[in-house]
């Protein structure tokens, strides 16, 4: 591991972490760790690479296609409806197809947010029932001579063998996951931070098929919307879970907060704190009188009160850490510099 390679996660108050980013270095030291696009196991690499993608395709397009070409893709299509952009990256050995979230400085937010909202279950052309929003916002790009399925189609006849995935943080992630239900040869698909799209029997459709559903630390996007058959709002969880720790360690399943387990953690401390009180020098009056034992005994005293407090607030920034949601860990840029970090060290 080279620790200077490894990327700073930056905090709010001192980077704007809304994208889009055009300060953010993306594809950096790409070279070290090539594109894998014939693994369809889940690889570090293209969690990486895809989630630059995902990061990216918020930018301007002649920005997004300047650092496309600068990581090795010299070919570059844009696609864009009232509020669904997506860009389709290829070479002679792989195709990208990267959906962009919702853009919060934009003037599409409006019809983001609307689509975003619009949680309706409607039937799926291939099966199931997705969220009406996330569909209508693929279909404003999906069909025409000009539209995505058109020119995919095109490019996959052109050479079948070469490998296409699919990607998207957030809003773009359900986007993604819609074309990939449609487009039966992509080789795989990575979302970032996705909320849930349809029914079991549209998560059914990608059964067998490489997914991969990222989710970071207190992101509460993947757990929206919400599974509740008595409404009908029966959203289920697609593909395979890889959980992003807030301290950076790659996980395949969510962290369970135990309430057993938590209150044997607060009597423990409580039981250390208790053993350190009791050690403190011997007290009376002999101690107090004593100058240079008062002074020790208040320094001891100071010290385990101290100590004590630093106990607490570390315990409970774990708690929140592990069971608290924050929507700021929602943001591409953490996705991106803590897959790297993983990917590096």
């Known amino acids: 591991m080279n620790d200077e390679l490894l990327k700073p996660i930056v905090v709010p108050q001192e980077y704007p972490i809304l994208p889009p980013d055009m300060d953010y270095l993306y594809f950096e030291n790409a070279d070290l760790y ?53 860009m389709v990256c290829w070479n002679n050995d792989s195709v990208i197809v990267s959906f962009r979230g919702t853009e919060m400085k934009s003037l599409s937010a409006f019809h983001e947010i609307r689509t975003d909202l619009n949680t309706v279950p409607v039937p799926f052309d291939r099966g199931g029932n997705v969220h009406k ?4 916002g693929l279909e404003e ?8 399925n058109r020119f ?9 063998n070469r490998p296409l995935w699919i990607t998207g943080h957030s809003l773009g992630g359900a986007l993604a996951a819609l074309c990939f239900a449609r487009i039966e040869s992509a080789s795989g698909l990575y979302v970032f931070g ?14 067998n098929r490489p997914v991969w559903r990222v989710e970071h630390s207190r992101d509460p996007i993947p757990m929206v919307p919400p599974d509740v058959p008595k409404l009908k709002f029966n959203f289920k969880d697609m593909g395979q879970l890889i959980f992003i720790s807030f301290d950076g360690k790659l996980l395949f399943e969510r962290p369970v907060v135990s309430a057993e387990e938590e209150k044997e953690k607060v009597l423990m401390k409580i039981s ?23 002074k020790k005994l208040i320094a001891e005293i100071n ?29 591409p840029i953490y996705y991106c510099c803590k897959l790297w970090n993983i990917l590096e060290s």
């Open 152 to 160: 995919l189609t095109e490019l996959i006849a052109e050479d079948k």
């Open 272 to 294: 250390e704190q208790k053993k350190r009180r009791e050690s403190l020098s011997p007290q009376g009056l002999k101690t107090i009188l004593d100058k240079e034992k008062a």
């Open 303 to 331: 010290e385990h009160l101290l100590l004590s407090k630093d106990e607490w607030k570390e315990y409970l920034q774990s708690l929140e850490n592990g069971i608290g949601l924050k929507i700021q860990d929602h943001m």
């Open 141 to 148: 790009i999906w069909e025409g001579a000009d539209g995505l």
């Open 194 to 207: 996705a909320p849930r799209i349809g029914d079991q029997e549209f998560v059914d459709l990608s059964n």
């Open 133 to 136: 929003g996330f569909l209508k």
């Open 34 to 86: 090539p594109f894998e696009p014939d693994v369809l196991e889940f690889s570090p690499v293209n969690a990486w690479w895809l989630s630059e993608c995902a990061f990216l395709v918020y930018c301007h397009p002649g920005f997004a296609r300047m650092a496309m070409k600068l990581a090795g893709f010299d070919h570059f299509k844009f696609f864009q409806g009232k509020g669904t952009e997506c």
